[in-house]
């Protein structure tokens, strides 16, 4: 374990200063542990998130920090806290709405008509890179009110929402938000899937137990071996995460993606994440909505 200091009001207030070496070490690191391009734009943002870490464990430098970083026990230790500092977890309800409405009028009748996905099967989605569950339970609010309206039959749904990062996830399981949070939901659909917070939690909102039930929450790092991953997916949402990737790093992870995609499966990306002149099995349906060709 590296040298401590003991004085704990001048912790509270110092501040190290990252030095070129030390960025260096920490973002060769962060790319190749997460595939996270730390430019040296950067450099100021992971100094500043990075300092609650040091003064957590009372280290007095970032050279410091970084050898424990790397070393056994920090790999085993700190890697998971250094990645829930290092991501960025910005996500809403209904975040990019046109993508629900591709998903509720064309991709689900399609997959229905082509596969019986959700009848002679249960349909499975995928949100990659969920954050704090606005992407998964938007997903399972959409597809329980694509149920009611199937006539005739049952529709069954699953969603596995996975995550790089501890602290969202766990975030996500208690499905627990502030009120401004779910503002973009419709007032029908907060009061069939919210439940209100009483007494001290008055502001607060909860996922219904119903909804939460067909949401599964599993830490998986893209860049980590093989995904441990039997289920074959009908739609993937990865939106605004690879964004944060190098070029030769998305394309192999999109490449994985559609091994785990069935024949005719949906992909849906961020706004701003193109696949073009990647070489893989996908058509474009829509502008950043792809699909496995047969
Ligand atoms: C900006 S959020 C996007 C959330 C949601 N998909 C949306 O569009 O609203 C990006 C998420 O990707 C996750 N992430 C970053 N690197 C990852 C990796 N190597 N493996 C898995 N998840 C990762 C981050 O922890 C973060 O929660």
Same mark, same amino acid.
């Given at each position: 374990?590296?040298? #401590?200091?003991?004085?704990?009001?001048?912790?509270?207030?110092? +501040?190290?200063?990252? *030095?070129?070496?030390?960025?260096?070490?920490?973002?060769?690191?962060?790319?190749?542990?997460?595939?996270?391009?730390?430019?040296?734009?950067? =450099?100021?943002? %992971?100094? *500043?998130? !990075?300092? +609650?870490?040091?003064?957590?464990?009372?280290?007095?430098?970032?050279?410091? /920090?970084?050898?424990?970083?790397? *070393?056994?026990?920090?790999?085993?230790?700190?890697?998971?806290?250094?990645?829930?500092?290092?991501?960025?977890? +910005?996500?809403?309800?209904?975040?990019?709405?046109?993508?629900?409405? /591709?998903?509720?009028?064309?991709?689900?009748?399609?997959?229905?008509?082509?596969?019986?996905?959700?009848?002679?099967?249960? !349909?499975? #989605?995928?949100?990659?890179?969920?954050?704090?569950?606005?992407?998964? /339970?938007? !997903?399972?609010?959409?597809?329980?009110?694509?149920?009611?309206?199937?006539?005739?039959?049952?529709?069954?749904? %699953?969603?596995?929402?996975?995550?790089?990062?501890?602290?969202?996830?766990?975030?996500?399981?208690?499905?627990?938000?502030?009120?401004?949070?779910?503002?973009?939901?419709?007032?029908?659909?907060?009061? =069939?899937?919210? !439940?209100?917070? +009483?007494? =001290?939690?008055?502001?607060?909102?909860?996922?219904?137990?119903?909804?939460?039930?067909?949401?599964?929450?599993?830490?998986?790092?893209?860049?980590?071996?093989?995904?441990?991953?039997?289920?074959?997916?009908?739609?993937?949402?990865?939106?605004?995460?690879?964004? /944060?990737?190098?070029?030769?790093?998305?394309? $192999?992870?999109?490449?994985?993606?559609?091994?785990? %995609?069935?024949?005719?499966?949906?992909?849906?990306?961020?706004? *701003?994440?193109?696949?073009?002149?990647?070489? %893989?099995?996908?058509?474009?349906?829509?502008?950043?909505?792809?699909? $496995?060709?047969?």
């Amino acid at each position: 374990m590296p040298e #401590v200091m003991n004085d704990n009001s001048y912790m509270n207030t110092f +501040k190290a200063a990252l *030095s070129e070496r030390d960025f260096k070490r920490l973002s060769k690191f962060i790319h190749s542990e997460c595939g996270i391009k730390m430019p040296d734009s950067k =450099k100021t943002m %992971l100094e *500043s998130r !990075l300092q +609650k870490r040091l003064r957590r464990l009372k280290l007095a430098s970032f050279t410091e /920090y970084c050898d424990y970083l790397f *070393s056994p026990q920090g790999i085993e230790n700190e890697l998971v806290h250094m990645i829930d500092v290092v991501t960025t977890n +910005k996500t809403d309800f209904f975040r990019e709405p046109g993508h629900f409405d /591709y998903l509720a009028q064309k991709a689900l009748p399609e997959l229905i008509a082509v596969h019986g996905a959700g009848i002679r099967k249960e !349909l499975m #989605v995928w949100s990659a890179g969920c954050s704090t569950g606005e992407e998964p /339970y938007t !997903l399972a609010i959409v597809l329980s009110e694509f149920a009611e309206r199937c006539p005739g039959f049952k529709f069954r749904y %699953l969603i596995l929402a996975t995550d790089i990062s501890t602290e969202v996830l766990e975030k996500a399981k208690h499905g627990i938000y502030e009120h401004d949070k779910v503002n973009p939901l419709p007032p029908g659909m907060k009061k =069939k899937y919210l !439940l209100r917070g +009483k007494n =001290k939690s008055s502001g607060l909102v909860r996922i219904a137990p119903d909804l939460r039930s067909n949401v599964r929450f599993r830490r998986l790092n893209f860049l980590e071996g093989d995904f441990g991953m039997r289920e074959h997916m009908d739609i993937i949402f990865c939106r605004n995460v690879i964004i /944060y990737f190098d070029r030769p790093t998305q394309e $192999k992870l999109l490449s994985r993606f559609c091994s785990h %995609l069935g024949p005719g499966g949906y992909i849906f990306m961020g706004h *701003s994440e193109t696949l073009h002149g990647m070489n %893989l099995p996908l058509l474009q349906v829509a502008p950043t909505i792809y699909r $496995k060709q047969k």
